[in-house]
């Protein structure tokens, strides 16, 4: 699924590209892939310039001027593509919005499982306030996340770090490669996390989400980007699916996969070993 480098790309992207353009006509072939009926997206969008193009969590938002907003929710295999020809769409392109200048942009999804909703301001505030704080904010900082995790104490830092109401666009992959790189083993508790290792983890979960963002994404299933072009984050994976493989890190031991929260885990039993602080020793942290 793509998580918040991959949205944030995209929406990028779509902003440079789509934002003052006016949108003439929206072909609907797939009734169930939009939330409202297809006359009421087509009474909302038709005539409407973008305002915006931006991202909250894993959505992408296009702003229009009536105020309305349409979410579109990619899930596992949906794609955002610009074209500049109807003729470019390929198989399982469900939606396809025209533009004033003849340009086109298509959402393709062949799992289905994705969407398109039709938002007022109103209710895209409510549906914002559901979701944890952005990692990459500029007010999102290592005290922030300190004062989160305990709230949070009992919780599992893997499947913690997936709640997106505790923080918003992480997912599996990036989860488990901050963990990797702050050598926190993904089955301990937030309790259990000293200071130095919050702030690790911290600074690795922005470090991985920016490189990411840099190289455009991971691609290591079926995500590209708004032209249809692949990420390269993939070639920076440590152990996100490297079950079996040998630890680049310590050369020792082989990166095994377990199941947290019902999602599978890796990581490397040497450089993340499953260690909690003695009770007296986290007191300061709560």
């Known amino acids: 699924m793509p998580e918040l480098p991959e949205v944030e790309t995209i929406s990028r992207q779509l902003n440079r590209k789509l934002r003052g353009k006016k949108i003439v006509d ?13 006359q009421k997206l087509r ?10 193009v931006y991202r909250r969590a894993k959505l992408v938002v296009v702003e ?13 295999t949906g794609q955002l593509l610009l074209a500049k020809k109807r003729s470019e769409a390929s198989n399982h392109v469900h939606v396809v919005f025209d533009f004033v200048d003849g340009s ?22 409510e549906l914002f306030e559901k979701f944890g704080p952005e990692p990459l904010n500029k007010n999102f900082s ?10 949070r104490k009992r919780s599992k830092i893997k499947p913690l770090l997936l709640d997106p109401k505790f923080l918003a666009g992480i997912g599996n992959i990036y989860a ?6 702050a050598g926190i083993n993904p089955a301990r508790t937030a309790a ?12 690795e979960i922005i470090r991985l989400l920016k490189l990411s963002i840099k190289v455009k994404g991971c691609s290591e299933t079926d995500y590209v980007d708004a032209y249809g072009k692949k990420g390269d984050f993939e070639k920076y994976l440590e152990v996100y699916r490297k079950d079996g493989e040998i630890c680049s890190q310590c050369h020792k031991k082989k990166i095994k996969r377990i199941v947290l929260g019902g999602r599978g885990t890796f990581y490397c039993p040497q450089c993340q070993n ?10 300061s942290l709560l």
């Open 274 to 283: 499953y260690f909690i602080r003695p009770a007296k020793k986290s007191k």
């Open 26 to 38: 929206v072909k609907i072939s797939l009734p169930k892939i939009v939330m409202v009926t297809a």
């Open 104 to 125: 086109h942009l298509f959402f393709r999804e062949v799992r289905q499982f994705g969407y398109i909703d039709l938002l007022s301001a109103a209710e895209l505030a």
């Open 192 to 203: 259990s996390l000293s200071d130095d290792e919050i702030k690790k983890l911290y600074n």
């Open 64 to 76: 229009l001027e009536n105020g309305c907003s349409m979410i579109v929710h990619l899930k596992m």
């Open 43 to 52: 009474q909302a969008v038709v005539g409407q310039k973008i305002v915006r």
């Open 142 to 151: 290592p005290q922030i996340f300190k004062k989160r995790l305990q709230q």
């Open 176 to 181: 488990n490669e901050a963990l990797f790189f």
